[in-house]
């Protein structure tokens, strides 16, 4: 008589698809979860963070700031496959939202080292123009990315637009074209009352009865439009030093809220329009091959995203006003009063664009 496999989900991303809500509800939830035989490891998570980020660093093969050291991906295999041993569930999930650019060879390997299991890949996508608006608010805010001004805020769609189609077919070329199961990120296709009973649905054919934590997938986490400039110019002068970033997107966050600056987009509509048009062809692809969810019925629309356009109503943001810079060094000396002593102290500019250079020297002037 064969034995059934152990399932694993490996919810691989990618992100601004609302990965934060479902890692920080499985993590806060190890209990409900293993009454109904689910695993979600601790073994590949840092301290403070619900996601497998530590897990994806080392099949990465990078170590980032946070980490006391790197770890190799067969160390790191070897870990999760020993904390699985010893718990011993049925379901394994597996989360982290940058899992899915890992290179093909690295996915073999994760084909190698689950081949006893039962897999899933889950792979989340946002509708381009939208999910390329939100990735570059994030990695100016998070990532500390130092994108000049025209990079930012004239971005024409010629960079940094994925090509969801050759994402799920990497992943379908190790484990399979039945073992994927793409879930578009919007809100009219979500199943169930969440994206994580969405998430059980499609994979499991059930939802599994679990509190949610105090965030949802509208949370809006981004920097408005004055932050993340701000936050720019700072990652020129921190560039060295993620930590103090870091400390600047935090402070900044509740700055654009207690001022109520509201505005967000840093695409313009002309761009979001050229970006839906050229991605067409790759979500039919999808939906076309990867349509059919666990319980057999066909789980895609046609085309992948049904949500129509919306135009944003913001005009082309043409840069941090002396006005709006007073405003955020006022709150800063208020809120974080340490981070405009460190602002006085950076080191000189000579590395930046003359254009750049002056807007810093202007944040300068009004300490």
């Known amino acids: 008589m064969s034995v059934r496999k152990k399932k694993l989900i490996l919810h691989v991303g990618t992100g601004k698809t609302g990965t934060s809500f479902i ?6 939830n190890p209990a409900t979860l293993a009454r109904h035989g689910i695993l979600y490891p601790s073994t590949g998570r840092h301290e403070v963070a619900a996601g497998h980020h530590k897990f994806h660093s080392a099949l990465a093969s990078s170590k980032e700031w946070w980490m006391p050291e790197a770890s190799s991906p067969e160390s790191a295999l070897g870990a999760m496959l020993a904390e699985i041993s010893e718990k011993n569930p049925d379901i394994v999930i597996i989360s982290q939202e940058a899992l899915v650019w890992l290179p093909p060879a690295t996915v073999h390997l994760l084909g190698v080292t689950f081949a006893e299991f039962d897999v899933k890949i889950v792979i989340d996508f946002r509708r381009q123009d939208l999910y390329v608006d939100s990735a570059l608010n994030q ?20 960079w940094f637009v994925p090509n969801y189609f050759e994402l799920v077919d990497k992943w379908a070329r190790t484990f399979g074209p039945a073992s994927i199961v793409v879930r578009p990120f919007e809100r009219s296709q979500v199943l169930g009352a969440n994206i ?42 921190f560039a060295e030093n993620p930590q103090v970033t870091r400390e600047f997107s935090a402070v900044l966050s509740t700055i654009g809220l207690r001022h109520g600056w509201d505005q967000y987009s840093i695409l313009s509509d002309d761009v979001r329009k050229r ?35 919306k135009p944003s109503a ?24 340490e981070l405009v002593s460190t602002i006085e102290q950076a080191p000189g500019l000579a590395n930046l664009e003359a254009s750049d250079r002056q807007r810093v020297e202007r944040i300068k002037s009004l300490f």
């Open 23 to 28: 890692q920080e509800t499985l993590a806060a």
């Open 196 to 237: 994580l009973d969405d998430l059980f649905i499609r994979v499991l054919g059930y939802t599994v009865p679990i509190r949610g934590v105090d965030s949802n997938m509208t949370t809006n986490d981004r920097l408005c439009r004055q932050c993340v400039e701000f936050q720019r110019l700072m990652n020129w002068l």
């Open 275 to 309: 970006i839906i048009k050229a991605t067409q062809p790759h979500n039919k692809a999808i939906s076309d091959a990867f349509n059919y969810d666990v319980l057999g019925t066909i789980g895609l629309k046609d085309g992948l995203f049904i949500d129509p356009f």
């Open 139 to 158: 990695v100016v805010k998070a990532a500390g990315h130092k994108y000049s001004f025209e990079q930012l805020w004239r971005f024409d769609g010629s």
């Open 314 to 337: 913001e005009n082309q943001y043409e840069g941090l006003s002396d006005e709006d810079a007073a405003v955020i060094v006022r709150y800063l000396k208020e809120l974080k009063p």
